[in-house]
Each structure stands twice: as structure tokens, then as C-alpha cells.
């Protein structure tokens, strides 16, 4: 597979060699077209031949109509799918392609000339991958593939171009402009956003949000959330589809309306909560039951879920061996004391090597199937997600939203993102806690194993400070979330992290900071944060092999908060 740390190198030279291309191309002829068949996959798998029967079409996730291209790539194979395509002698072409999943590649073979390909790392939302090449003096046809890599996840690509002058081979007809978009409802809405979906409009490759008819932004998917909005307040919003072709007309209006306050689930919980993961198995921190879990922890997640054969679907066996003979009754027995004495149990999902993926609808419903019914087997409260290896928003709000249905308002929704996963409210994992941020309870944002970061005044900051804690914490108080959602997570000690522990006085000190503006390093907050969660630890194991420090202290100093 490709070497990860040459991630950046080779996005270096990937948008170098873009801007090249996009240098040496004049205006395109009129005679120009699309000379990839079939390019939409709209008529299945129709002048495609794809490697081992790895190829398919779904139809979700699409980038525009109704299909696109899923490969599944095996150990000795990388799902690669080819066409042939006519094209003309000496001639400038551009090949480009959306892409979406694990690793994908686009690439040409037959030029003639230098054959050039080009490729992204994995993506949850659809990327446009793009490249160009010439034909040499007696080439009439190449072979376009796109492929994804050996061992690794499913690959979605669409809407396929080989844009230049005509081949003769007779390329799809050029598009229309798409019809007006149907069905615009208001899914959700919080205090400060209002979440809409529509229906797919058939040829189109986008769409256009407006609110009191004007552009407020695009999208790819049939879904946008809304953010930013005055808490009870009634706002108007249409949609538009597009192409290359041109733009839609405006779809019919609807109204939503904002709540009253700021949203999240999770029943009874205290104001300031502890939350501290509990390791099913055994990695040389002490081995617990959940009996003997510190009372000062009010949130416990299990760590972690198992994935199945079912794409999105989850699973959950006790550990007993590893556990010194802990049998599953004995663990439901700790759940329901656990209950007893006010404290909540989640499952956690993910982990460092976590893999579970929530990329289409179906996996979102078997993923909201699978955790609830590990709830009634187990007792469990809720689900924390902590998937480390990137997340779908559309899909993962689709799923936790389902889950919500089944479980009700007492359900617990906890988010272990890392830092990078929450630097913008365009990223994914952010994206996901304000799509459902009316039933989340907690984000716990990891401040260790990290790299330095930028805090919410565009300063960068390096782990280990106060500021670490307080500047970042600010921009998931200042993007969206309630105080009450966000936390401080922390390792329990040196053990715990490969980097980022701080003693229990750094975090103690940036809980003062952030709530009442007391004890900051040279960060400060415009404004405190009374209603600020808590804090969390990896893990309550690691906290009891080092004498229950953290929690003591940070436990303490959490329900000892106004």
C-alpha cells in the first residue's frame, strides 16, 4: 500500500502537477466532449471490465443521477475497472473522476506518450480526482482505470470524464440541466442549526442552499445542515440542483425553526461528569471489573465494540480470559449496580484499531441495529464513537439518528474525536457532532497523541499547557456546540499515551480557566463557560495502576465545579 508519511509529499506534487495542467490548457474547443461511456455508471457495469468480479453499482452513495461505481478491492487484487476509449491522435485530453472511500486511483495506459495516473489516500465525502494527457502521433484509443488498493476498504468512484476533442467512439450526450429538487423537509433542528434533506434529482451532480433565496452554500449529498442560526427563530430555505449544464429553479419553500436552547441526550447526568474508558482485555494496566471502577467516573465506556462480516454492524464479547474468569453474567450484574448507584455504561466503538465503517445507508442501519441490540442484551446506556480512522457524517448521523429512534431521549451519545478531526466545522467528525447535536451528550476531543494544533485565535499550540486544552477546547465552543457537550480528554498517565499526559493540576487548571476564567496560561477565553461537561481518561485502568491519581483529582475538582 502506499507509504502514509509520504501523504503530504505526494499531495505536494499531485496539486503541483494540477496547477501545471491548469497552466498549459487553453479554452476548451466547442467541438470537445466526454468520451467516456457510460461515464455515470447509470447503465450498470456497460463498457467497464473490472478485475476478479470486483466491481459493482449501488446506488448510495452516488455523486450525481442515480449510480456509481463501488470496487472492493482483496489481498491480491485492487478492483480495477477499465474502459477503452476513442480518442484522436495529437491530442490534449482531461481525465477526471469523483472518488470516495479507500484508496483510489485514476489513471490512463495507451497514450502513446507518458501514461499518467493520479490518486487520494481515503475520503469520507466525494473528491475529485483529475490529471491530463496527451496522445502521440498515431493513437486512437487508451485505457482509462480507476482501482483502489490491495487489503483495503471499498472504493466508490463516478462520473467519469475524458474531456477533449471527439474519438469517434460516441460519448455519453451532453447533460441537461437538472429538474427542480422535490420532497425539501427539515430533519432536525437545534438551537443554533436547522438540519434539511431532499430527494435526488436524477443527472444532477450538486446542489445549492438558499436561505431566504440567497446561496448560503453547496453540497454533493441530498442533505446540509445549517449552522450558525439565533435560537428561536423561524427561518425560510430552498434548494436548487446542478450541473454542467446550469442550475435548477428553486425548490418549493419550507420553514424551520430553531429551539429554544442548546440540545443534547444522554437522561440524568450530573452538570459536570467524569467520563473514563474500561479496557475489555488486558495490556499490562490493571485488570478490573467494572465493580471496581472509582465511583468518581459517571460515564464508563466499554472498550471497544467488535466489527462482523456486516458492513457497519457491531458485536461484543467479554474478554473473560483476559480478565482473570470475568463472566458475562457477573459484567451485567456491575452494569445494573453501576445503574444502581447513578452511573451511566456505554459501548464504545473504534479505538485505535477500530474498523468499523458507516459509509452507506444500509451499513448506517445495520450499524443503529447492532448497538441497540447490544443495549437490551447488556444494559448498556448509550455509544460512544471513537473511530480513528476516519467517518462518513452523512451516514454516521443517519445511524446514531436511527438509534435514537429506538432508544429514546435517556440515550447517551459520547465522541472521542482527535485534535485534527476538530479544527473546522467542516470536518467530518465536527460536521457529524453538530448534525446531531440535539441528542448528543458529550465530545470528548483526544489532547494527546497529537501533533501541535491551532486554538480558536489562529495561534499554534503544542501539548502539554494549559492552552493546549483551553485554546482548542474553543473552537468546539465556539463552532456549535453547547459547553455542556464538550469535555477534556486526557490520559491517565505516561503509561496511558504515547504523548500529551498532563498532570491532574494542568487539567484541573484549564477546567478553572474555561468555566470561571481563573488559572489560564497566556490563552484566554472571551468569554467563560460555567456549563463546560467535565473531563475524560484512557483509562480507568491506567488510572488504577497509578494509585487512582487522575481521578482522584480531576474527579474531584469536576463535580466540585458550580
Known sequence: MPVLRNRRLWAGVAMAALALSFAGTGQASAADINNARNAGFESGLTNWTCTAGSGTTVSSPVHGGASALKGTPAGQDNAQCVQSVAVKPNSTYTLSAWVQGGYSYLGVTGTGTTDVSTWTPDTTTWKQLSTTFTTGSSTTSVSVYTHGW??????????????????????????????TPTGLSVSSTTSSSVSLAWSAVSGATGYNVYRSGTKITAVTGTSATITGLTASTSYSFQVTATNSAGESGKSTAVTGTTTATGGGGGGTLPKHAVTGYWQNFNNGATVQK?????????????????????????????????????????????????????????????????????????SATNFANSVYSLMQTYGFDGVDIDLENGINATYMTQAL????????????????????????????????????KDILTVVNMQYYNSGTMLGCDGKVYGQGTVDFLTALACIQLQGGLSPSQVGLGLPASTSAAGSG??????????????????????????????????????????????????????????????
Open 150 to 179: 490491495y487489503g483495503q476498504a471499498a472504493y466508490y468512484a463516478d462520473d467519469i470524464s475524458v474531456y477533449g476533442p471527439d474519438g469517434g467512439g460516441g460519448g455519453d450526450p451532453a447533460p441537461t440541466v437538472p429538474a
Open 290 to 362: 467494572l465493580s471496581a471502577v472509582s465511583s468518581q467516573y459517571d460515564i464508563i465506556a466499554v472498550a471497544f465494540a467488535d466489527a462482523t462480516s456486516t458492513p457497519g454492524a457491531v458485536s461484543f464479547t467479554l474478554d473473560s480470559a483476559g480478565l482473570g474468569g470475568y463472566t458475562v453474567d457477573q459484567f451485567k450484574a456491575d452494569i445494573a449496580a453501576k445503574h444502581a448507584a447513578g452511573k451511566k455504561v456505554i459501548i464504545s466503538i473504534g479505538g485505535q484499531n477500530g474498523t468499523i465503517s458507516v459509509s452507506d445507508s444500509t
Open 401 to 436: 439518528r436511527s438509534l435514537s429512534s429506538k432508544a429514546g431521549s435517556s440515550l447517551v451519545i459520547t465522541m472521542a474525536p482527535q485534535t485534527i478531526d476538530m479544527q473546522s466545522t467542516s470536518n467530518a467528525y465536527f460536521q457529524t457532532a453538530l448534525n446531531v
Open 501 to 562: 499526559y498532563v498532570s491532574p493540576t494542568i487539567v484541573n487548571n484549564a477546567l478553572d480557566c474555561l468555566t470561571a476564567g481563573t488559572n489560564c496560561g497566556t490563552f484566554k477565553p472571551s468569554k467563560t463557560y460555567p456549563d463546560l461537561r467535565g473531563a475524560m481518561t484512557w483509562s480507568t485502568n491506567w488510572d488504577a495502576a497509578a494509585g487512582s491519581s487522575w481521578s482522584n483529582s480531576v474527579g474531584a475538582h469536576v463535580h466540585a465545579l458550580p
